[in-house]
C-alpha cells in the first residue's frame, strides 16, 4: 500500500468523520428485492453462476506440507483434491476417477504417493496422470494420455491456496487486485496457520455475509465490544472491480491495542491504516478479513442449503518462531468469539422474517454501500438477462470505484 493510498484512506476516515450528509454525488439506492435471498429461480442462478465461477479459498500451504499433501474441498457441492506435487506445485483436480466415477480419496486430507481408485484401480500421479490400470488388454483403443484427471483451476494468493470450477476464469492474482499489493505490507509468506473453527447457522448466507459488509450494526449488537474501540462514524470504504471492498475504520484513541495482541510479534512493515485502525478486506464472494500486523482471521461464507451456511474462522499470525503457539492467541480467539456470538444471535429468527410477507426488500444507506456493491457484482457475474426483472439490482455505484 504506497503512500498516496494510505494518505487516501486517512482522508477518507477524517471526512466521514465530520460529514453531515453522504456526499452530493453519492446516488439513491433502490432497495434490493426480497426474493434474492428467498426465490428459488435466483438462488438455483446464484448456486450455478456464482459459487461454480469465483476464487473460493481452499487451504494455507502450512497444511500442504510435504509433496504428496492433500485437502478435500466439497463447498461448492463437487469433491476438489488439491494436493502438492512432489515438484511443489499446488493442483486441484476432481476427485473423480476417469473410469467410472470413483473417489481416488476417502479422507478429507492425507499424504499419497499417488492416487488409486478403490473402485477398479485406475492409479495416477500426483499431478494427475493416469499411470496405471488393471487389465489393459481389454481397453481397445485406450489413450492413456487422454484419462488425465480433470483439472480444477487452482492459484496461490502468496501462501493461501484458492480454487476456481471456471476454466476461463481471470488469473488469481490480477482478479485480486490491488489486494496483492496491499498485502505485501504484512510479509505475507511469512504468515503461519493458527487454527481453524466452524458454526453452522440456520440462515441464508447472504444474511451474515451482508453483516460483515458493514458497520451500521456497531452500536445496537456490539456495545459492550467492538463499539468501545471502533469509531464507525468515521469509517471509510473503498469499492474496486469484481466486487472486491475494504473497510477501514478508525479506532476511538490512537493509542488502543487490542489486549489479545499485546507480547505477540508485529510486522513492522505494517502500514499506519493497519497499526491504527481496522481494515476489514471482502475477497469477492465470500471472505471477509480484518487484517492485523499481529495476525487475522480470514472469515468464510458457505452456503449449506438455500436456508442454512457455515461459517468458518481460519486464523493466521507472522512467524512466531520455534516452540508452541503464543498463550496470548487463547485470549484473543475467545474474545472474537464472543464477537462472533454477537454477530449470529439474530441470524434464524431473520431466516423466518425473509419468509414472512413483512419482508418485502432491504433499503440501504450510505454506509451499507458494500452490500449493494455485493449485490451489483452477483448480477454481473450469472448475467442480468438470465434474472427475472423484478430481482435483479438497478447499476448504481461503478462510476465510485477507486482505480
Known amino acids: 500500500m504506497d503512500k498516496s493510498t494510505v494518505q487516501r484512506f486517512l482522508d477518507g476516515m477524517k471526512y466521514e468523520a465530520g460529514r453531515t450528509a453522504p456526499p452530493e454525488s453519492f446516488p439513491s439506492l433502490p432497495d434490493i428485492p426480497a426474493g434474492r435471498y428467498t426465490d428459488p429461480r435466483f ?69 499419497a504417493e499417488g492416487f488409486v481408485c478403490g473402485y477398479h484401480g485406475w492409479t495416477y500421479s500426483l499431478d494427475g496422470r493416469l499411470i496405471n490400470l488393471r487389465d489393459k488388454r481389454d481397453f481397445v483403443g485406450l489413450n492413456m494420455s487422454e484419462r488425465s484427471l480433470t483439472s480444477v483451476r487452482c492459484e496461490r494468493f502468496y501462501s493461501w491456496v484458492f480454487i476456481n470450477e471456471d476454466p476461463q476464469a481471470q488469473p488469481l492474482m490480477e482478479h485480486f487486485a490491488p489486494f496483492g499489493e496491499y498485502f505485501q505490507q504484512f510479509q505475507p509468506d511469512t504468515w503461519r496457520l493458527v487454527t481453524k473453527e466452524g458454526f453452522d447457522v440456520k440462515c441464508n448466507v447472504k444474511v451474515l455475509m451482508d453483516a460483515f459488509l458493514e458497520v451500521y450494526h456497531l452500536k445496537s449488537i456490539h456495545a459492550n465490544t467492538v463499539d468501545r474501540f471502533l469509531d464507525h462514524r468515521g469509517t471509510t470504504i473503498a469499492l474496486y472491480r469484481n466486487g472486491l471492498s475494504l473497510m477501514v475504520t478508525p479506532n476511538r484513541r490512537p493509542d488502543w491495542q487490542d489486549p489479545g495482541t499485546r507480547g505477540m510479534r508485529a510486522v513492522e512493515t505494517a502500514t499506519v491504516i493497519s497499526a491504527r485502525n481496522n481494515p476489514s478486506f471482502n475477497f469477492y464472494p465470500n471472505l471477509v478479513t480484518p487484517v492485523d500486523p499481529t495476525g487475522c482471521p480470514f472469515l468464510l461464507f458457505w452456503p449449506t442449503s438455500d436456508r442454512s451456511m457455515r461459517i468458518e474462522c481460519h486464523w493466521f499470525a507472522p512467524d512466531w518462531g520455534p516452540g508452541p503457539l503464543p498463550e496470548g492467541w487463547k485470549v484473543r480467539i475467545a474474545n472474537f468469539d464472543r464477537i462472533l456470538d454477537e454477530d449470529l444471535q439474530f441470524a434464524e429468527q431473520i431466516q423466518q422474517s425473509l419468509e414472512s410477507p413483512g419482508f418485502r426488500g432491504i433499503p440501504l444507506n450510505y454506509q451499507e454501500r458494500r452490500i449493494y456493491h455485493w ?5 454481473r457475474r450469472i448475467g442480468i438477462e438470465r434474472i427475472p426483472p423484478e430481482l435483479r439490482v438497478q447499476p448504481r455505484l461503478e462510476p465510485l470505484w477507486e482505480n
Open 43 to 111: 438462488l438455483i442462478l446464484e448456486r450455478e453462476h456464482l459459487w461454480r465461477r469465483s476464487w473460493l479459498y481452499a487451504c494455507h500451504m502450512d497444511e500442504l506440507p510435504t509433496p504428496g499433501s492433500f485437502v478435500v474441498s466439497r463447498k461448492t457441492g463437487s469433491p476438489i483434491i488439491i494436493v502438492r506435487g512432489k515438484d511443489g506445485t499446488v493442483r486441484a483436480f476432481y476427485n473423480t476417477c476417469r473410469h467410472r466415477g470413483g473417489p481416488l480419496v476417502k479422507t478429507e486430507n492425507g499424504c
Open 375 to 379: 449485490h451489483e457484482e452477483l448480477d
